[in-house]
Structures are given as structure tokens and as C-alpha cells.
């Protein structure tokens, strides 16, 4: 089936620890995206790709890295310096950035700071 | 302002009830829209485009005013299962979200 990925559904950490959140997609779609959502709130842009080898920082980049080596993949990086990252974290995909075509989601991944 | 905004509601219905949500989008270079449905704890799932003509899917109906810059989403015959948060997005090179609209069905 195809679909998108993300790994681990949870995830805990220490403040001051850097983690990495998994996105795999297999749709051949050359758009990946990574949004936060807080509870009760909208989804917001952190970071997005068009091609491999290439990302544009969203509207709340600050604290995280990504990194496109393989149009399958787009692993996010939640550094010690975000401030508050306790959310909900969403990678998504679409065939391209522009134009007709919508965004699929993948299951999301909790992360909670201790 | 925001690119997209909703109404956040609740939306408290009873069952068989019609509901409409409302959208408003900011900048008419906007290219194509949709609505998405998410589940409490979920990913959003898209449940329909939203095309210049109207369309509809069974109980649901999408309309665009692209004079007005305005989509909405009419739910008729509402069951239990639709209650949900729905959220209105316009793609303008990226996509941007509304905060969605949470409907509530009640038996």
C-alpha cells in the first residue's frame, strides 16, 4: 500500500537532548512537508521540500533541521534549542508544491519533553 | 490577517441535521483549495476539493466563490460519525491551513 510513514508514534525526551522524527513516503511525490499542531490549535509550517537535495524554511523553522538526501525521506531534527516543542508533529506529501494536488498525511509522531 | 480563516465554532447538531461551514481566504492568487477532515488525536484526511464549479460527494457539498474568496462545506443529513474538526485549505505554492471547525453531532 502506499502511503507515508512516520516513526515513533511516541516519543519522550529530556530537555536539552536533540531528536530526530522518521518520515517515509512511498507515492513518488517529490513535495514533503513538516507541520507542528498544539492542542486546539491550526497546523503550522516548519520546514518543506521540493526536491531532493533542497528545503525552504516554513513559518516556525527556528529550533529544527531537516535534511532531503532521498525523495523517499525527510527526517526532522528537534533541537535543544526549540523552546517548547511538547506537540503533535505532521509529515506530509504531494506530487508538487504548486498546483491541483492535494497533501497526504502521514499518522504523526506525539512528542512530549520531560 | 491570516491567509485562512474559519469559524472555529463548536458546532453542536443534533442527528439529520444540515450544517455549513464558512472559509475565507486572503490572497486571490490562490490556486486550489480543499477540505480536510481530522479525527480528535489524528492526521488530517482530505475529504473533498474544491473545484470552481461546486461539487458535491453523497452528504457533502463544496462550493467556491473566488469573487468573494470565500469555500464553504454543507453537511447534510449529519451522522454521528461526521463529528470531527474540519479545516479549510488553500494551496498557493504552499499550503495553508485554517484552524478548523469543530462539529459535534449529538443523537
Known amino acids: 500500500d502506499g502511503g507515508i510513514t512516520q516513526s515513533p508514534k511516541y516519543l519522550f525526551r529530556k530537555e536539552g537532548q536533540n531528536v530526530t522524527l522518521s518520515c517515509e513516503q512511498n507515492l513518488n511525490h517529490d513535495a514533503m512537508y513538516w507541520y507542528r499542531q498544539d492542542p486546539g490549535q491550526g497546523l503550522r509550517l516548519i520546514y518543506y521540500s521540493q526536491i531532493v537535495n533542497d528545503f525552504q524554511k516554513g513559518d516556525i523553522a527556528e529550533g529544527y533541521s531537516v535534511s532531503r538526501e532521498k525523495k523517499e525521506s525527510f527526517p526532522l531534527t528537534v533541537t535543544s534549542a526549540q523552546k517548547n516543542p511538547t506537540a503533535f508533529y505532521l509529515c506530509?506529501?504531494?506530487?508538487?508544491?504548486?498546483?491541483?494536488?492535494?497533501?497526504?498525511f502521514g499518522p504523526g509522531t506525539r512528542l512530549t519533553v520531560l | 490577517r491570516k491567509e485562512v480563516e474559519q469559524d472555529p465554532g463548536p458546532f453542536n447538531v443534533p442527528e439529520g441535521a444540515t450544517v455549513a461551514f464558512n472559509c475565507t481566504y486572503s490572497n486571490s492568487a490562490s490556486q486550489s483549495f480543499f477540505w480536510y477532515r481530522q479525527d480528535c488525536r489524528k492526521e488530517p484526511k482530505l475529504l473533498m476539493s474544491?473545484?470552481?464549479s461546486g461539487n458535491e460527494d453523497g452528504r457533502f457539498t463544496a462550493q467556491l466563490n473566488r469573487a468573494s474568496q470565500y469555500i464553504s462545506l454543507l453537511i447534510r443529513d449529519s451522522k454521528l460519525s461526521d463529528s470531527a474538526t474540519y479545516l479549510c485549505?488553500?494551496?498557493?505554492?504552499?499550503?495553508?491551513f485554517g484552524s478548523g471547525t469543530k462539529l459535534n453531532v449529538k443523537p
Open positions: 485549505v488553500v494551496n498557493r505554492w504552499k499550503f495553508y
Open positions: 506530509a506529501s504531494s506530487k508538487a508544491s504548486g498546483g491541483d494536488d492535494e497533501q497526504f
Open positions: 474544491v473545484y470552481s
